[in-house]
Every structure is written in C-alpha cells, then in structure tokens.
C-alpha cells in the first residue's frame, strides 16, 4: 500500500493497465493459436472490426457500435466504481440497469405526450428513479440489517428479471406478437443516434446505434468526478469506504452514506436504459442490459475506479465486444466462445492478477523518486 | 479469355451437382441459444447442414450473443452478397423488418414470427397442435391422473406449448391435473439441465408420472430426472426418443429443419417465395414421433387417439387454441 500512494498517477491508470492488456492478448494469441488459427490476423480481424476496414465494413459503422458497447459499460463501470469508493462491491449493476431501463421504457411509453425537450429529462430521471430505487432495498438491507450487499444484488439481478418477464410477457407486450416486446415509441420519444444527427447537418456517416446517450455517458463521468472527490458527500463516502470507524467518530453517518452511494450507482446502472431503450431499441423489450452489469464490476477493476479509467476501460470493453463479434464473422473457428475467453483473459489479467506487476513497478519507480529526490 | 474459360469449367466441376441452374450464396444468422443447443437452433443447423450436403453449397453462419449484435449480423450478410439469409428466431423480427426495408434485393427467411415484407418469408409453426397430441399421449399414458409441464424461459411461445398440451391432456379427461413450471426468466432458462431435473422431480413427487418438458437444453434435464425416478417424459422440438429408450413416451417434433432446408432449397430451385408458411399437423410441420425407441410404451388405443384427433385437427373439427392469439388459455 505505501508503493501505491506514492506511484505517478499516469502509471496508476495508464501504465499498469496496458502492462496487464498486453499480457492478456499475448496470453489470448496463444490460445488462437493452439486452436489454430494466426494470432497476428486475429488482432487485425480485431481492430479493424472494432473502427472498420472502409470496405465491408464502413469507419462510421464500427465506430459507431463500438461507442454504443462503450456507453453501456460506462453506466455499469460507475455504477461499480461509486459503490467500490464506499467500501461495496456492487454485483447488482445487471438489475438496476435492467430496471433502469423499465423507467425509461414506461416514460417513453406513457408519457409520450410531451414534447422531445421534456421527454429526455423525463426519461432521464426515470433511469435515475428506477435504477436508484432498484439499489435502494439492498443499500438499505446492508445499512441498516447488514445484510451483505453482494448477496442481496445479485438475488436483486434475478428478482429484477423475473420482474421484467412478468411486466414483459403479461403487461407490455404488444398484443398479438410472439416477441415479449413492447410497442415502439414514438419518433419524437426516442433519443437521436449520431448518424442522424449528423446526416442532418449534411455530414454522411454509416448507420449504427450509437447516440445521445454518449454525451450523458460522459457527463456522468465529470459528475461522478466531481461527487466524489469535490464535495462532502463524496468525501463521507470515501471515509466510509476506506475507514468506517474514523467515519463514525468523524460524525459521518456509514448507513446513510451507503445508501446515498448506492442509489448513485443505481441511478447509473439505470442510465443504460437511455442508451439501449431509448437509443437503440426504440422499445422495451426483454434483456437489453445483459452482461453490461458484469461486464460493468472488469471495466470499474480495470479503471480502478476512476472516472476517466471507467471511461478508457469501457472503451476497451467496447471495442473487445464489436471487435470480437466482427472476428467471430471472419474466422470461424473463432467461436463466440472464444471471444468470451478472450474476453475473460483480460479481465483475469486486468482485475483479478492486477497486483502481479503493481509490486515490482511500484518498487522501481520508488528507486527512480528517491534517486531523484537524492539528487536534487 | 482462355483463363475465364477455364474457370467456368472449374467452377462447373466442382459444383455437384450441376443441375442447378444457378449458384446461391446462402447465410443463417443464429440466435442467443447458440447453434449446438442440442434443439430449435440445432433443428436449423441440421438442415442447412443437409442442403450443404446434398448440393457442395456452403453457407455463412453468425451465432448472436446479444440484442445489438442482431440487426448488425444481418446487415452484414446482406452486405456480404448474400441472397438467401435465414435469421433464426422469433427474436430476430424486428431486425429482419429493419434490415430487409434496406435490401429489397436480398431474400430473407425468418423463421417463428412473421414480418410482412415483400422479400420476407415467414416460417412459423402451430406449437399448440403438436402439444395438444402429445398431450393426449401424456393423458392416456399416466395412471395417477397427474400429469407436468416443464416450460423453459416464461415468454408466449412456451405458454403456447404449456397451453396446448393441457388442451390435449383435457380432451382426453377434463378432470386431470397439469402441474406447470418454468425454468426461469432470464436466457438462462435454456440451459439449465440441473433446474429442468429438478422441476420434474418436484412434479413427480406432487404425483404427476408424465412430464413434458419445452425448454431447451434445459428439457434434458428433466428427460434425465424422468428416466432416473422410472417416469415417462416427452421430449420437443427434435426427436429425443433415442435419449432414454423405455422413458422418453414421444417426442413433440418441431419440423425447424425442414423450413431451414426448404428455405435454400427453393431458393436453389428459384421457387422462394415471400409471405407467411404456417406450419401445423396439417402440414407435416408438428407432430408426435414414433419410432423404435418409444415403441413399446405405447398402446394401440393411443395410437388411435392420436390419428383421430389428427384427422379432426386436420379438418377442423378440433380447434386447438392458439396461446398467443390473444395471450390467454381456455380454462
């Protein structure tokens, strides 16, 4: 712990990670090659799926989805990392996404009568509301009967899905169609993707999901930034995080802290919603969020829950999910399950062994400080 | 000159055989299940598998792993050159209406829902007339009165196969219990064989001795727990019999592979046409399996029944009704 206070902050979140990324692809290169396959092409198959070749596949395409996987696992990876500050570990970000975009869904539904400036604050607070208030009754549970949290979100991912089928199959459902989906919203409920923001202003640029939901994604960023590291509320939280027993006798109270850290990272786990319902789908439909709010616990290790770090590993996330699709397309003995692997590599790599450089780096750079403080 | 020549011999060559008029360039988009879900996406992958056979075609192939990656697969394909694209799903609906509006030339084929488009081709099958068969089977094979149901993800299709076995098992005896269960709600549902098991179990112990299971992977389980315990099970979608000969009583054919294999086939023959297949009894497109394996649970007078609710469903004089029509089951 003493190497890492004084480690350059460029090396804490930038230096470490790729150390760790580039350990996994090389790992992953071995695996492609064992089932026989070149790695060299798997890495091109990968980039160029990821930003696009200009052929098959246009620049503006590629981009485009890898930016859209990118804002989903912006939501989940705050959502991790703001709980992470306050001492939590937040396994629930899968529900409160999922019930997130229940909010956004219901107001794109019901509350279509408002015109396009009301419906998206609207639609926002709703992501907020129903994601907050999905991890408001775990928050609760931990702060007040010391439930743990893990346990009680992740019974919360199920609980939010059996909700969601119920509402879906029983309630929502578009009468007479077999796909457990809502009706689709209406034009002016939905949230513009860039290409057609873009196509607007005479710029032309492929079709993809990408859209609005990018720039909120990166205002949450700044937001989460600022709450925690600029204001009382943001240092209560990381108190509790780092030391309960100096919280309490520094006057700060640890269960409504929890709680107020929690229904922050609900209410960014919700905004998922904007950016799949209302961005993409253009309705409510079952299983949007899936595997963004796991996906979401690697990107907040791996960012070590900074905000920009979220940012940067959502948007390896990203481009390891457009990426990875385009090169099960090219090579076929690239399974989808491969991609996971490679996927998981990164993530064993990135989170779980992220410790297995730090020591010696930590050591070498404190050898350089000292050197340097020696010399002057 | 010489050199264009020669490889439009080459190419005649290898295409065996070369009755077709034409080539074709095939591609199957498959959905969340997977194509080795040993049941709806393996019923596809068989039956392309045997086109390819048949006629040295090969075909492109995407399996989905999630929501976004549909329409994006699609467009891919058609992007690619492709002229006959099969998206596998029910799912898949709304990405086929999007993608196909954008390549009028490019012929899709969607199979378990229905998009009216003029080069869409709706495959979608009657679930409830294959159940409400099997579920006479079930009823006539029980000796306690009691007879379960294993669904797989609680979505309308399952509770159209939930709803027609219990029309079958009532039209047999109105009196009888059907204990219903699903595996869950989330994709998971449909790869859980331990839950499927387990489910049966339960239902065997609340005195059901047959039991249905539609839900994938997961059914095997169920299968599994039936022929461990000494109860009759039903398997769906492919023929199970061969599962657990002595246990499995039949097996709910879903004929998947026939619309797959149909799909390129006639695209092969330029006979392709858009709009929507209904696939019931009528058709060949549901049915019970009978074979060597189940042979000897079954009784003549079950056989009977069988053929004779077949014929009236046929005919008409048997409505099987039909879940999703107005998302209720007659009591």
């Keep these: 712990m003493a190497g890492r206070a004084t480690l350059p902050r460029w090396v804490d979140i930038g230096l470490i990670p790729l150390i760790n990324l580039s350990l996994a692809l090389f790992v992953s290169g071995i695996v492609v090659l064992i089932i026989g396959g070149n790695p060299i092409r798997a890495v091109g198959l990968l980039i160029t799926g990821a930003f696009g070749d200009g052929q098959m596949v246009p620049h503006g395409e590629a981009i485009g989805f890898t930016l859209y996987y990118t804002t989903n696992y912006v939501f989940t990876g705050l959502a991790v990392a703001v709980a992470f500050h306050c001492g939590l570990f937040n396994i629930g970000g899968e529900g409160q996404a999922y019930i997130g975009g229940l909010g956004v869904g219901l107001v794109c539904l019901y509350l279509d009568f408002l015109p396009f400036v009301l419906i998206v604050p609207a639609a926002i607070i709703g992501a907020a509301v129903f994601g907050g208030a999905w991890a408001f009754i775990p928050a609760y549970l931990q702060a007040k009967r010391g439930s743990h949290i893990v346990i009680t979100t992740i019974m919360f991912n199920f609980i939010a899905a059996a909700l969601m089928v119920y509402l879906m199959v029983n309630l929502l459902i578009r009468p007479g169609q077999q796909s457990p989906e809502s009706r689709a919203f209406a034009e002016h409920a939905v949230l513009p993707a860039f290409h057609e923001i873009l196509g607007a202003i005479g710029i032309e640029v492929a079709r993809s999901p990408v859209n609005l939901s990018l720039v909120w994604a990166i205002v949450a960023c700044v937001f989460v930034w600022l709450f925690i590291w600029r204001t009382r509320w943001g240092y209560a939280v990381r108190t509790v995080g780092q030391n309960t027993r100096a919280a309490v006798y520094g006057g700060i109270s640890p269960a409504n802290t929890i709680i107020m850290a929690m229904l922050i990272g609900g209410a960014m786990a919700g905004f998922l919603g904007l950016n799949a319902v209302m961005g993409e789908h253009h309705r409510l439909l079952l299983n949007f969020q899936l595997g963004y709010g796991f996906g979401g616990i690697a990107v907040a290790l791996m960012g070590r829950n900074h905000p920009l770090g979220v940012f940067l590993a959502a948007l390896l996330f990203g481009i390891l999910t457009q990426g990875g699709g385009e090169l099960a397309f090219e090579m076929p003995q690239i399974t989808r399950e491969m991609v996971v692997v490679i996927q998981g590599l990164v993530i064993l790599f990135a989170g779980a062994l992220e410790n297995m450089f730090r020591p010696r780096i930590a050591a070498y750079f404190l050898a350089r400080s000292e050197r340097t403080q020696a010399a002057t | ?331």
């Design chain 2, 1 to 331: 000159m010489i050199r264009a020549l020669f490889v439009t011999a080459v190419a005649a060559a290898v295409s065996l055989p070369a009755a077709f008029a034409q080539e074709i360039s095939p591609a199957v988009v498959f959905d969340m299940g997977g194509k080795f879900d040993r049941s709806f996406n393996e019923g596809i992958y068989n039956g392309i598998e045997r086109f390819r056979e048949q006629t040295g075609i090969e075909y492109d192939e995407f399996e989905v792993t999630n929501e976004t990656q549909r329409e994006q697969a699609l467009r891919r394909m058609a992007r690619a050159g492709h002229d006959i694209i099969i998206a596998v799903g029910f799912a898949q609906a709304p990405a086929v209406e999007a993608v196909a509006a954008e390549f009028p030339d490019v012929n899709f084929t969607l199979i378990d829902s229905v998009v009216d488009l003029p080069n869409v081709q709706s495959v979608i099958f009657k679930e409830q007339e294959g159940s409400f068969l099997v579920g006479i089977m079930a009823a006539m094979a029980s000796e306690t009165g009691s007879v379960g149901f294993v669904g797989g993800m609680d979505i309308p299709l399952i509770r159209a196969f939930a709803c027609g076995y219990e029309q079958g098992v009532h039209w047999v005896d109105p009196e009888m219990e059907v204990i219903q269960n699903m595996t869950g709600t989330t994709p998971a549902a449909w790869s859980d064989p331990t839950r499927g098991g387990e489910l049966a179990r339960s239902q065997f112990d609340r005195g059901a001795d047959v039991v249905f299971a539609a839900a994938g992977a997961s059914g095997l389980g169920s299968l599994q727990a039936a022929a461990d315990d000494g109860y009759l099970s039903i398997g769906v979608d492919s023929n199970q019999n061969h599962l657990h000969p002595g246990s499995v009583l039949t097996s709910m054919l879903k004929r998947v592979d026939l619309a797959a294999y149909n799909a390129f086939m006639d695209s092969l023959e330029g006979t392709w046409q858009p709009g929507v297949i209904n696939l019931g009894v009528a058709e060949e497109g549901v049915g019970v399996a009978i074979d060597e394996n189940n042979w000897a649970l079954l009784t003549p007078e079950m056989i009977n029944a069988v053929n004779s609710a077949t014929i009236a469903i046929i005919n008409g004089e048997i409505e099987v009704v039909d879940y999703r029509a107005d998302n209720s089951c007659p009591e």
